[in-house]
């Protein structure tokens, strides 16, 4: 079951927070979130697992909500460098397969 | 390499012809993914390696598709009869964590963009 990502696109002006959400219609074992720039390999962020909260990585954040079946991911004071689509991949509880939303377009501008 | 490398970058091809697409994972990593990723959707699980085990191949979409890893390395993902439907990017993965699901960092290639005309 594909994750649903809400917004699809957003623009923010450099120094903007900006938060993305990642939901799920089943219990979640585990969020992965990726970044990729155009035309690069996604990179990897950050992994989420079932029972823990969150998890930051410089100015990049995420929330683990077990209950609402749900992660969030939280930039603050966004640089140029954070321009890119945002993935979250989930894994659902008793599945075995890294399920990827379709994304979120994040660009952000001087 | 320091990374995962894939080849071709770029193939056009018609429809009804073969292809083949290499990735050439992390040294060391003996974990190794296929994901497919069409234009506005999400990257698609294809297939998992792991080691010398047999394959979960789950994630293929049709016969026409087939993978192969030889000596736990290299992986050549093979169409066959090429549909427009194939037209997509196709990304490799590998990661020193194995397992299915993934619970390690994936480190992707920069992918192999097919289209079938």
């Known amino acids: 079951q594909q994750p649903v990502q809400s917004p699809q696109a957003v623009i923010l002006r450099e120094g903007e927070d900006a938060v993305i959400n990642c939901s799920s219609s089943k219990a979640l074992y585990s969020v992965h979130w990726y970044r990729q720039k155009h035309g690069e390999a996604p990179v990897f962020l950050m992994i989420?697992?079932?029972?823990?909260e969150q998890k930051g990585h410089d100015k990049i954040s995420a929330s683990f909500n077990e209950k609402k079946q749900q992660s969030s991911l939280y930039l603050t004071a966004s640089q140029l460098s954070y321009s890119g689509t945002y993935f979250c991949?989930?894994?659902?509880?008793?599945?075995?397969?890294?399920?990827f939303g379709t994304g979120t377009q994040l660009k952000v501008e001087l | 390499g320091a990374g995962v490398s894939q080849s071709p970058s770029n193939k056009v091809t018609e429809k009804g012809k073969d292809v083949e697409l290499r990735c050439d994972p992390i040294?060391?990593?003996?974990?190794l993914y296929w994901y497919r990723q069409s234009l506005g959707q999400g990257l698609e699980f294809l297939i998992y390696?792991?080691?010398?085990?047999?394959?979960?191949k789950s994630g293929l979409p049709s016969d026409r598709f087939s993978a192969e890893r030889t000596g736990g390395s290299v992986s050549t993902l093979t169409i066959q009869r090429t549909q427009q439907e194939d037209s997509a990017v196709y990304l490799c993965?590998?990661?020193?964590?194995?397992?299915?699901?993934?619970?390690?960092?994936?480190?992707f290639g920069e992918g192999s963009r097919l289209t079938v005309l």
């Open positions: 991949g989930t894994v659902t509880g008793g599945g075995n397969k890294l399920t």
């Open positions: 989420l697992l079932k029972g823990g």
């Open positions: 040294s060391g990593h003996t974990a």
């Open positions: 993965a590998s990661s020193l964590v194995a397992g299915l699901p993934p619970t390690g960092e994936l480190f």
């Open positions: 390696f792991q080691g010398n085990s047999a394959p979960d």
